[in-house]
């Protein structure tokens, strides 16, 4: 069984503050994914990473992909209310052809 | 160009009664999935296609579920019959065929709710 956690379960900031979310799992992953999802709307991807070590930079998103390809952070800089939302990781297996998606962080950010 | 198109996008029924979620995935997409989300449980997939073939079934929860794929442009998931704990949201995602990285397009979802 694979397992997949993220942290924190949920979030609530100001409007300008930085945060960092992670996802752990106790595998290794060919890639991974991070969606964020909005109430009322599927989710959406925001990034692919595939290299250990591998970071990606989406505006004021910071996403990292640990050396061993088991775990992954999303930094988020001077965070906006239009930042609130479900933040979901997601691992791909390339042996399962499945994605396994985390319990999601549920991110607040108040103006 | 559209989206996963699902319908309908919400559902209320009684325990008993079957239920119906369709699905249209992106056109060139050969992967076609069918996503269950609780807050309890978060999304779980309960069934993929590969080409219109059932890949993996596993997640699929009770004989009571079945999916479809008739062709490239159409999908069902089929509830019968329904009881209480199978309210929840559900999506349904495509993905092109390079799936080397997995990326999935999600629909906006059905949300179920069996009284």
Redesign the interface.
């Known amino acids: 069984t694979q397992l997949l956690e993220q942290s924190p379960q949920f979030l609530s900031i100001q409007e300008g503050e930085n945060l960092t979310v992670y996802c752990n799992s106790s595998s290794v992953f060919s890639s991974l994914q991070w969606y964020r999802q909005e109430p009322g709307e599927g989710p959406v991807l925001l990034v692919t990473v595939v290299t250990g070590g591998e970071v990606k930079k989406l505006k004021r998103l910071t996403f990292q992909f640990g050396d061993a390809r088991k775990d992954s952070s999303l930094h988020i800089t001077a965070a906006q209310p239009g930042d609130t939302g479900l933040y979901l990781c997601a691992p791909h297996s390339s042996n399962t052809g499945k994605l396994i998606f985390g319990q999601g962080t549920t991110l607040q950010v108040k103006p | 160009d559209a989206g996963?198109i699902q319908s309908p996008r919400h559902e209320v029924t009684e325990m008993g009664q079957e239920v119906t979620l369709r699905c249209k995935p992106i056109s060139g997409h050969d992967y076609l999935f069918w996503?269950r989300q609780t807050m309890m449980r978060?999304?779980?997939?309960l069934i993929?296609f590969n080409n219109n073939v059932p890949?993996?079934d596993s997640g699929m929860p009770e004989d009571r579920f079945s999916a479809k794929m008739p062709n490239a442009s159409f999908s069902t998931l089929k509830i019968q019959p329904s009881e209480p704990r199978d309210s929840a949201v559900y999506?349904c995602?495509s993905s092109p065929p390079d799936?080397?990285?997995?990326?999935?397009?999600?629909?906006?979802?059905s949300r179920l709710t069996v009284l």
């Open positions: 996963v996503y978060g999304l779980e997939l993929y890949i993996d999506f995602a799936r080397g990285r997995g990326e999935l397009f999600f629909g906006e979802g």
